[in-house]
C-alpha cells in the first residue's frame, strides 16, 4: 500500500478511524450472532481494537499535542463494507468481509510503519500488522467452521422421502 500522498497525521487519523469502526463491527456482529464460542471470539477482537486504538490516541497527542483529533470521513485504508444488519447473508460471508479488513489493516499497518521515524514506534506499528494477521487467521477458522455448518444445515427437499 502506498502512503507516500499522505502525511503522519492524516495517517495517524486514519488508522485511528479504522479502529473506532472495527471495533463497532466486531461489537455488532457479536451482539447478533448466538454461538457462544464465536460471540466470545468477535468481542476479544473489539477489545482487540480498542487496545489498538488507544495506543494510536497517545501516538497522536504526543506527535500533535496542539491539534485537535478529529476523525476523517474517509481513509486511504481500502476496508471493505460489510452488511452487517442483513439477515439473508450467511454469517460465513460477513466473516469473510471481515477478513478482508484484517488483510488490509495489516497492509496498511506495513506500509504505516515505514512512515514512523522512530525505532519503538515502528516496531508497535509492525506489532499492529501483526495482529491483525493473526485477527485474519482466527477468522478463518471461525469462517470454515461455519461454512460446514451451514452446509450441513442446508434444507433438502424429498432427501428423507422412503419407500
Do not use: C
Request: zero cysteines; aromatic letters at 10%; charged letters at 30%.
Amino acid at each position: 500500500m502506498d502512503l507516500s500522498a499522505y502525511t503522519l497525521k492524516d495517517i495517524l487519523l486514519s488508522a485511528l478511524k479504522s479502529e473506532v469502526d472495527s471495533k463497532a463491527l466486531y461489537t455488532d456482529l457479536a451482539a447478533q450472532v448466538k454461538n457462544g464460542l464465536l460471540k466470545d471470539k468477535l468481542a476479544y477482537l473489539a477489545k482487540e481494537e480498542e487496545k489498538h486504538r488507544a495506543y494510536l490516541r497517545k501516538m497522536f497527542t504526543t506527535k500533535f499535542p496542539k491539534q485537535r483529533l478529529t476523525l476523517p470521513a474517509t481513509t486511504p485504508v481500502p476496508l471493505p463494507m460489510i452488511p452487517v444488519a442483513d439477515e439473508d447473508i450467511p454469517l460465513s460471508t460477513i466473516i469473510g468481509h471481515a477478513m478482508k479488513a484484517e488483510q488490509a489493516a495489516t497492509a496498511f499497518y506495513e506500509a504505516f510503519s515505514t512512515k514512523i521515524p522512530e525505532p519503538k514506534a515502528q516496531r508497535m506499528i509492525r506489532y499492529f500488522a501483526d495482529m491483525e494477521r493473526g485477527h485474519y487467521e482466527l477468522l478463518k477458522v471461525e469462517q470454515e467452521a461455519m461454512e460446514r455448518f451451514e452446509e450441513a444445515d442446508v434444507y433438502w427437499p424429498m432427501v428423507h422421502v422412503g419407500p
